[in-house]
């Protein structure tokens, strides 16, 4: 007969947004978002060039917020504090700014939204001296090259600063919004129904409005152009499945968004590079690369915010337990064969894989990928790996490997215990009413074991031992 074998069984921008209040899913809005209640804040990390990196502090931690400007940054911290760095008078933070919820980075100037619901700006920027003294019920700021947004509470936009091809002229019927971003000379706004409207430079057709089809998005970025033409603009939106749409204009293939990009969280625009948070937080950027704008630091740690402008990124970096995205897959086999068990995750740095075959730790097995070659029935049972770090552990599911079919022949054996040099004859039957003589012989020791080879063709058989 056959036997069956079984075996045992957020996302920040240049172009910053904040609100307060408001969930969308897994997503975080375009813009400085805080990193949500009861966390402590994290580090910042830049990458690529310019003077945010050049004169990146070294004790920038406990942050909850981060935007990137053209030529300097500005953070928010924990306790309330604002820090900003880089070049340009949007560095000198005021001394009484009161308590802060959210900031901003434009081009030589900077904004915060205070919690009392009013903005605060400094900087040498039209966006700072045009600034309305009566903007209140404020809940979101997105700051662009020359000229800033105000979110209010019921869902209306406010637009001040240089009026650049119509970056001021909010559409009339803009109502029920809820995520703000600015660019050049370019504004996007993101409604409650997950649609969204763009207007400025390029609403005509040079940088094109969003696709028509545009629908069910949670998160918007824009670029911003520095010292070039405004129509290379280009746009990110999140959907709420995790997918990225970018349009607009596509120098250096900064809208080609990558095939093979995970489920995405939050979404940053620099002048010619796209970023994307993925679930498990890591970092995924495209576009012009030639400063590294697009390739995070390795390792880098579990990201929780990102930001983008000019040629540099930046990540709020979040001390957190290890978090498993991938989950190995169990298998069904053949002897001999090979296979690769693997998982996927993340969290603060230092991390640890320890793979297990029924509870008991494969010494090789020390990564977030398990090789097993030549695979016979003692590799067979039940994998699971654990990631670890300082905060935590992460356990997979099960992943049962099993053989398929193995074609083993099933015989019956008797054991006889008499005298050595006794005559017995052994006879079988099917129903216990005629025999059948099976052999006779003389047992040369005691006991011994009498193996009926033919059973194996005969589904049942009974014995029987005469002397």
């Known amino acids: 007969m056959k036997a069956l074998v079984f075996s045992p069984p957020f996302s920040i921008s240049h172009a910053p947004v904040f609100l307060r209040g408001v969930v969308l899913g897994l997503a975080v809005l375009a813009g400085p978002v805080t990193l949500g209640a009861g966390s402590v804040g994290g580090r910042v990390v830049g990458w690529g060039s310019g003077y945010p990196i050049a004169n990146l502090p070294a004790d920038l931690t406990n942050v909850t917020a981060v935007a990137a400007g053209p030529q300097h940054a500005v953070a928010l911290r ?58 209140q019920e404020v809940v979101a700021i997105a700051a662009g090259y020359d000229h800033a947004l105000a979110l209010k509470s019921g869902g209306t936009v406010v637009a001040w600063g240089q009026q650049n091809f119509g970056c001021l002229d909010v559409p009339p019927d803009l109502t029920n919004v809820i995520a703000i971003a600015a660019g050049h000379s370019q504004n996007l706004a993101l409604r409650a129904d997950g649609t969204v409207v763009f ?28 010292g070039g033409s405004v129509d290379t603009t280009h746009c990110l939106a999140l959907r709420e499945d995790g997918t990225v749409i970018a349009w607009g204009n596509n120098t250096w293939h900064k809208c080609e968004v990558p095939a093979d990009l995970p489920r995405v969280t939050a979404l940053a625009a620099g002048q010619h590079h796209s970023l994307a948070l993925t679930a498990d937080y890591r970092v995924v950027g495209w576009g012009y690369n030639a400063a590294g704008q697009c390739t995070p630091p390795d390792p880098l740690g579990a990201v929780r915010a990102i930001a983008a402008a000019n040629q540099y990124s930046l990540a709020i970096i979040e ?39 029924n509870g008991q730790p494969v010494p090789w097995g020390t990564g977030p990928s398990l090789t097993l070659t030549n695979i016979q029935l003692a ?68 006991p011994y074991r009498f193996v009926d080879w033919e059973s194996a063709l005969h589904p049942r058989r009974y014995y029987r031992v005469q002397p």
Do not use: F
């Open 78 to 135: 924990g306790d309330g504090s604002v820090v900003a760095w880089g070049y340009g008078s949007g560095l000198n933070v005021p001394g009484d700014l009161g308590e802060v919820s959210a900031v901003a980075a434009g081009y030589n100037y900077s904004l915060a939204l205070r919690q009392d619901g009013t903005v605060r700006g400094w900087g040498s920027s039209p966006a700072v001296s045009k600034l309305p003294g009566e903007l």
């Open 199 to 226: 207007w400025g430079y390029g609403s005509t057709g040079t940088v094109m409005p969003p696709p028509a089809n545009l629908t069910n998005v949670v998160a918007i970025a824009l670029g911003t152009v520095v």
């Open 319 to 357: 001390t957190l337990p290890p978090i498993l995205v991938g989950q190995p897959a169990g298998r069904l086999v053949s002897t001999g064969e090979t296979i690769t068990l693997v998982a996927s995750g993340n969290g603060t740095p230092p991390l640890t894989w320890q793979w297990y075959l």
């Open 379 to 446: 590799d067979c049972g039940a994998y699971q790996v654990e990631l670890r770090n300082p905060y935590g552990v992460a356990r997979s599911e099960i992943a049962t490997v099993a053989i398929r079919v193995l074609d083993l022949q099933m015989v019956a054996g008797l054991t006889l215990e008499n005298p050595p040099g006794t005559a017995l004859r052994v006879e079988w039957s099917d129903d216990l009413q005629t025999w059948h003589p099976l052999t006779n012989l003389v047992l040369p020791y005691s």
